[in-house]
């Protein structure tokens, strides 16, 4: 090979690395627009209502484990052994305040309790293929539940009346105060195991029934 054909490589060689690298990242680009059709499942953040709630959560695949489950702020949660809640087939996981079941291979249901903590809670779902190095997150939270009740208060009395040689039992008396925050206050009576109610739509006040 003599020294023309030599620069003439190089040169054709020199002309193919920009089309190779064009193509390459062509590539790259076609792999990220992709992204959302490899994913385990098609969700990604949700919110749930702060009753307690159902929700199922479908996965494309079925070669996958929960690999672990953290707050919102990124602490692992554990069960009551102090163990880290992870999955590697069926079966369920339980939590303070959620029970997280895989029915089946492409299936997961989560059960939340009503959330009384005053704020919005939540868990990361980290999820991740048995073979390879695929990963996902998936983020649930929940907003604060405002439909409850409160207890204010509880009175009841017990005494005897004496008339004579027969004694007479005094009625019991409870008296049960409850409070839906800003609209309604309820109160419930129970004289001799018969119950009265009364309710009120105006701002909650204490009051009370003979």
């Given amino acids: 090979m003599d020294i023309n054909q030599i620069i003439t490589n190089m040169k054709t060689?020199?002309?193919?690395?920009?089309?190779?690298?064009?193509?390459?990242?062509?590539?790259?680009?076609?792999?990220?627009?992709?992204d959302d059709d490899l994913r385990l499942s098609p969700m990604q953040e949700t919110t749930m209502d702060?009753?307690?709630s159902t929700l199922?959560?479908?996965l494309t695949r079925s070669n996958w484990r929960i690999a672990s489950i953290t707050t919102l702020g990124g602490t692992t949660m554990v069960d009551t052994n102090n163990r880290p809640l992870q999955l590697e087939g069926l079966g369920s996981l339980h939590f303070r305040?959620?029970?997280?079941?895989?029915?089946?291979?492409?299936?997961?249901t989560l059960k939340t309790e009503d959330n009384f903590d005053?704020?919005?809670?939540g868990l990361i779902l980290n999820l991740e293929m048995k073979t390879g190095f695929y990963k996902e997150q998936i983020t649930i939270r929940q907003a604060p539940c405002e439909n409850f009740y409160q207890i204010?208060?509880?009175e009841y009395s017990v005494g005897w009346k004496k008339p004579g040689r027969n004694p007479t039992r005094v009625p019991i008396k409870m008296k049960l105060w409850a409070t839906q925050p800003e609209s309604m206050t309820i109160i419930r009576s129970s004289t001799n195991?018969?119950?009265?109610?009364s309710c009120s739509t105006t701002t909650p006040t204490m009051s009370s029934t003979g």
């Fill in 13 to 34: 060689t020199d002309l193919f690395q920009p089309i190779l690298l064009f193509a390459l990242f062509l590539c790259g680009l076609a792999a990220c627009n992709n």
């Fill in 50 to 52: 702060g009753d307690a």
């Fill in 56 to 58: 199922q959560i479908d």
């Fill in 97 to 108: 305040w959620f029970d997280l079941t895989r029915e089946n291979e492409t299936q997961l």
């Fill in 118 to 121: 005053g704020e919005e809670r």
């Fill in 152 to 154: 204010e208060s509880i």
């Fill in 193 to 197: 195991g018969q119950n009265t109610h």
